[in-house]
């Protein structure tokens, strides 16, 4: 059998990540004239250009880009095979902050728990729950966030994930609201504004794909960044709010004020997961965060 390098499959990753043979040298640790070496050898290799030039930058050919996830998959289960077998973790001497992108509405319900759950145990331990702006992987793939909690389908292809709980959404309205009188209808429900929450400012969503087939159509009169905020609108207002079931809790600041009452129309399920870079999948300190946030948020929603 011919000898096979498996050092290329790593430069493979990187030169189709950065698309760069000086930014692919930099993380590789070799010259710009060895990574050009190592490009023309895999290019030989594998019998394709990969990467080709477009003005002054390389995109990769339609064949590299059916790699480019295999690729990232086999060279992160590679590295994994080859790196120490992970110990335990002695949490009181653990001396580690731990970056969790996740959006506001997780924050508020799961946060304190969480924070309680992982210091209790790991004293030294700090935690960063950083915001979400958007689905985007680069922040999971350059390391500087370790979890980032939301809808499974990462742009990534390599992230692994773990399902949290499913979710679904429902309406929400002030607890003295009308529209809580009578049973729910789409009628009734499209005859009142609306506020929904949209970080990229849409104002249609599935429930409005649902009510068109109905010949229907809703008033939205404002859109606001998070689902907080959509339930603090709807309890000052007779807006009615769009935020998923998990939101909708009887405790906190909430409490008798806003009501939850089933959509008339049907919409998809949420399945929220936590998601994390394959490069920890060997780290025994991130594994047991993993382990913290799944069990925290597993007890937290028994309890509602």
């Not at 499959?9 to 070799?30: N, P």
């Not at 950083?130 to 499974?152: H, N, Q, S, V, Y």
């Not at 004020?257 to 089933?262: A, E, M, R």
Request: some cysteine; proline content about 8%.
């Amino acid at each position: 059998m011919k000898a096979i390098d498996l050092n290329l499959l790593v430069a493979l990753d990187v030169l189709l990540e950065e698309r760069s043979v000086t930014a692919a040298a930099k993380r590789l640790g070799l010259s710009p004239s060895a990574t050009s070496r190592t490009l023309s050898r895999l290019r030989s290799a594998i019998g394709d250009p990969l990467l080709v030039q477009a003005g002054r930058s390389l995109v990769p050919t339609p064949y590299a880009e059916q790699l480019a996830g295999r690729v990232r998959t086999l060279a992160q289960d590679a590295k994994a095979v080859l790196m120490p077998a992970p110990g335990d973790v002695e949490l009181d001497r653990l001396e580690r902050t731990f970056a969790i992108r996740a959006n506001e509405g997780f924050v508020a319900l799961f946060a304190p728990a969480i924070i309680a759950a992982v210091t209790d145990a790991a004293p030294r331990v700090r935690l960063h729950f950083a915001p979400k702006p958007d689905k985007d992987a680069a922040p999971l793939r350059a390391g500087t966030i370790d979890l980032e909690i939301g809808t499974a389908g990462a742009s990534a292809p390599e992230v692994r994930s773990h399902l949290l709980f499913r979710d679904r959404f429902v309406g929400a309205v002030r607890s003295e609201h009308p529209l809580l009188k009578e049973p729910v209808t789409p009628e009734r429900y499209i005859a009142y504004g609306h506020v929904v929450t949209s970080r990229r400012g849409a104002w249609r969503g599935p429930v409005d794909d649902a009510l068109l087939e109905l010949g229907l159509r809703r008033e939205i009169v404002a859109i606001v960044p998070s689902f907080p905020d959509a339930l603090n609108v709807a309890r000052h207002s007779d807006l009615v709010a769009l935020v998923p079931r998990s939101c909708v809790v009887d405790r906190g600041a909430l409490a008798g004020t806003v009501q939850g009452f089933d959509l008339p129309v049907p919409t998809p399920d949420l399945a929220i997961s936590a998601m994390w870079h394959p490069r920890f999948d060997a780290d025994a300190a991130h594994r047991w965060l993993r382990q913290q946030v799944m069990k925290t948020c597993r007890i937290e929603l028994q309890h509602r």
